[in-house]
C-alpha cells in the first residue's frame, strides 16, 4: 500500500541552525516525490521535486532533499533556517500515470529567536 | 496570471445545509482535485477529475459531489450527509500523468 511517513509531528529549531525534516515512503512503482510548504490559512507551495537523476536536489528558498532508494527516504534539509522558514511541511509521492499523489501528515517547524 | 481560484476564503454552513466550494484555474491542466485537511491528518482525497465529464471519488467522498462540465472549473458541494463537514478544503491541479500538483489558497469551511 502507498504511504508516507513524517515521523516528526512538530520540530523547533532556532533560528540561524540547521534543519533536517524526515520522510519515508511506502510506494509500489518508482517513485516521485516532492516537497511542498504551507503556511497558515494557505495553500501549499512546492519546494522540490525528485523525478529521476541526481538523488540531491535543490530546491527554492535554500532547501534540498535527498532521495534514498535503499531507506525508502526524502528527507529535506536547510544548512541555515530563517525566521520566515515557520510552517508546515508535507511530503508527498505520486508516479507517472498514477491518480494521486499521497501526502504525509506533515511537521510544523517552529523557529525561535 | 496563471493560477488556481478558490472562492469563499471562509464560508459558513448551518446544519442540514448544502454548499459549493468554487475552485477555478487558468493553467489549463487536465486534472483537477479536492482534499480536505484537518489538523494532524495531512490531506486526504475526496474527488478527483483527470477530464472534462469524468470524476472519481477520492478516499473520503461520502457526503460530497462535484461536477467537471468545463475544464477550467471543479465545484465541490458539501452535502448534508456530511457529518463533519468543518475543515479546510484545497483545490489542486496537475498536467497529464503526476508532475506537481498546483494548490489554490483553500477555503476554510465552518458548521455553525
Known amino acids: 500500500a502507498q504511504s508516507v511517513t513524517q515521523p516528526d509531528i512538530h520540530i523547533t529549531v532556532s533560528e540561524g541552525a540547521s534543519l533536517e525534516l524526515r520522510c519515508n515512503y511506502s510506494?509500489?512503482?518508482?517513485?516521485?516525490l516532492f516537497w511542498y510548504v504551507q503556511s497558515p490559512g494557505q495553500g501549499l507551495q512546492l519546494l522540490l521535486k525528485?523525478?529521476?537523476?541526481?538523488?540531491l536536489v535543490q530546491g527554492i528558498k535554500g532547501f534540498e532533499a535527498e532521495f534514498k532508494r535503499s531507506q525508502s527516504s526524502f528527507n529535506l534539509r536547510k544548512p541555515s533556517v530563517h525566521w520566515s522558514d515557520a510552517a508546515e511541511y508535507f511530503c508527498?509521492?505520486?508516479?507517472?500515470?498514477?491518480?494521486?499523489?499521497?501526502f504525509g501528515t506533515g511537521t510544523r517547524l517552529t523557529v525561535i529567536p | 496570471d496563471g493560477g488556481i481560484t478558490q472562492s469563499p476564503k471562509y464560508l459558513f454552513r448551518k446544519e442540514g445545509q448544502n454548499v459549493t466550494l468554487s475552485c477555478e484555474q487558468n493553467?489549463?491542466?487536465?486534472?483537477m482535485y479536492w482534499y480536505r485537511q484537518d489538523p494532524g491528518q495531512g490531506l486526504r482525497l475526496i474527488y478527483y477529475?483527470?477530464?472534462?465529464?469524468?470524476?472519481q471519488k477520492g478516499d473520503i467522498a461520502e457526503g460530497y459531489s462535484v461536477s467537471r462540465e468545463k475544464k477550467e472549473s471543479f465545484p465541490l458541494t458539501v452535502t448534508s450527509a456530511q457529518k463533519n463537514p468543518t475543515a479546510f478544503y484545497l483545490c489542486?491541479?496537475?498536467?497529464?500523468?503526476?508532475?506537481?500538483?498546483?494548490f489554490g489558497q483553500g477555503t476554510r469551511l465552518t458548521v455553525v
Open positions: 508527498a509521492v505520486g508516479a507517472w500515470g498514477a491518480n494521486n499523489l499521497f
Open positions: 510506494y509500489g512503482a518508482t517513485p516521485y
Open positions: 525528485y523525478f529521476s537523476g541526481d538523488t
Open positions: 493553467l489549463n491542466h487536465d486534472a
Open positions: 477529475s483527470q477530464i472534462v465529464n469524468d470524476f
Open positions: 489542486a491541479t496537475t498536467t497529464g500523468g503526476v508532475s506537481e500538483a498546483f
